[in-house]
């Protein structure tokens, strides 16, 4: 059988989705979560002409350098000045206090001498000077925040400058996650002769989380049809999004999982990709359950959840930026040609101080049981099915692990 292109296999997961609900939660809860809006500002900012700078307020034309003004109040930020400002007069002001009717500009008051109630301009001022003029921020109505955009620190800060004390967000994709596998324990238990550690849970939850979701997380089943079959039913009963699978995706006599899902009412999307390493990788539909059986080798199933998770989970909070984004980037050493699968070797930047497109060595061994590896890479270097042996400076593709914040 074909094996199904790595291109081909995420828009067939893409394809299925139908984007979240949405929710209103409390501005201060809100980094992290994906606007389900646009937010038009609320307000104008500044909503008044605002002083920049503490010192005068002044008519520029009155306040040439040697001219001696008559000082008659005060503006500060939240206490403006009532009157309004004549000819020959100044206004002593400080930073973002309203600028007065009639003043037209501020000289900073390292620029005046002070003597009671008389100020001597020592620098002429110029109209306009250190005034933020009304609506130099932003304007009531004009739309500011994008739907679809995943609310980092500084779109807190202008949502709350437009006056939101709650956005729209999508709900959060809950997406349960079921380690498979006779030989795995938990993390501090006792290991067996035969056993190894689960490592997988623990990195697929983290991405899940760092891409918004929820966990719920389903432990550990063994090799058999009965608890498989219980925790695909959990799953269902608890409504997720999304069931993660890990390990007993590929062929050998004890690799159940395609079946166990089978059983419970799933239909098939797609099993086995051309794809390096991921190769077993299962997606289909149980429900309104979109199901990803993630091959068990670690670097596998970590590699199939940056590729296919990632994307689902952008794709299910409609983000704007779905895609895991690429760069360009060239070999420093020799790597030899690609058989049929596309692979995602990992790789690590060369520190050399040299500008231009970061230079990447592929780690040896590329084995998928490698965590350590894994840990170490800075990069994923994506090599097209068949393509030819690369020489040191040849271009090619990656994703960058590290900006990418897996
Ligand atoms: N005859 C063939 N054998 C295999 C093929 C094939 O095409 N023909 N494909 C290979 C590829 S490629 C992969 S990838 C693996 C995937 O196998 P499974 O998805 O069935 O995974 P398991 O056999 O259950 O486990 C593989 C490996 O990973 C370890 N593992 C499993 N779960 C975890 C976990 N949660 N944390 C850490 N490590 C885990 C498990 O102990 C095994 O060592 O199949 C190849 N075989
Ligand atoms: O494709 Mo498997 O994922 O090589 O190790």
């Known amino acids: 059988m074909a094996l199904l292109p790595v291109a081909d296999a995420l828009a067939q997961i893409l394809s299925g989705v139908t984007v979240l609900?949405?929710?209103?939660?409390p501005l201060g809860t809100a980094r992290g979560r994906v606007l389900a809006a646009s937010l038009p500002a609320l307000r104008t900012q500044p909503g008044f002409d605002a002083s920049a700078m503490d010192g005068y307020a002044v008519r520029a034309q009155d306040?040439?350098?040697g001219a001696c003004l008559t000082l008659i109040g005060e503006s500060a930020a939240g206490h403006g000045f009532d009157g309004r400002l004549g000819p020959g007069e100044a206004i002593r002001i400080?930073?973002?206090?309203?600028?007065?009717?009639?003043?037209?500009a501020v000289v900073i008051q390292e620029n005046t001498r002070r003597e009671g109630d008389r100020v001597t301009i020592e620098m002429g001022a110029?109209?306009?000077?250190?005034?933020?003029?009304?609506?130099l921020d932003f304007i009531e109505g004009a739309a500011s925040l994008a739907a679809g955009s995943?609310?980092?620190?500084?779109?807190?800060?202008l949502a709350a400058a437009m006056n939101y004390p709650a956005v729209p967000v999508?709900?959060?994709?809950?997406?349960?996650i079921l380690a498979t596998g006779d030989e795995l324990v938990l993390p501090g238990e006792a290991v067996g002769r035969d056993q190894i550690v689960t490592s997988n849970s623990f990195a697929l939850a983290a991405l899940v989380e760092a891409e918004g979701g929820e966990v719920l997380d389903l432990g550990i089943a063994p090799d058999d049809f009965p608890a498989l079959e219980a925790a695909i039913r959990r799953a269902r009963d608890e409504r997720v999004d999304v069931l993660i699978t890990i390990g007993g995706a590929s062929v050998g006599d004890h690799d159940l999982i395609q079946t166990a899902l089978t059983r419970e009412g799933m239909t098939l999307g797609f099993w086995k990709i051309a794809m390096r390493?991921?190769?077993?990788?299962?997606?289909?539909?149980?429900?309104?359950?979109?199901i990803l059986g993630l091959p068990g080798n670690p670097v596998s199933a970590v590699v199939c959840g940056i590729l296919f998770l990632a994307p689902l989970l952008r794709a299910l909070l409609g983000r704007i930026d779905a895609a895991v984004p690429r760069r360009r980037a060239v070999f420093a050493t020799a790597w030899p040609a690609n058989d049929l699968r596309e692979d995602y070797l990992r790789a690590r930047f060369?520190?050399?101080g040299e500008s231009g497109p970061p230079r990447v060595v592929p780690s040896t061994p590329q084995d998928s049981s490698l965590v350590g590896v894994l840990q170490q890479a800075d990069c994923l270097v994506i090599r097209p099915p068949h393509a030819p042996a690369a020489k040191a400076g040849d271009a090619c593709e990656i994703i960058d692990l590290r900006a990418a914040g897996y």
Do not use: S
């Open 350 to 352: 060369v520190a050399d």
């Open 277 to 290: 390493p991921g190769k077993p990788l299962l997606h289909g539909r149980l429900q309104g359950m979109h």
């Open 150 to 157: 995943l609310l980092g620190p500084r779109d807190m800060a």
């Open 126 to 135: 110029v109209a306009g000077r250190n005034i933020r003029r009304r609506g």
């Open 94 to 104: 400080f930073t973002g206090a309203p600028v007065p009717d009639g003043a037209d």
């Open 63 to 65: 306040a040439v350098a």
């Open 170 to 176: 999508r709900r959060r994709p809950k997406v349960a």
């Open 21 to 25: 609900t949405e929710e209103q939660v």
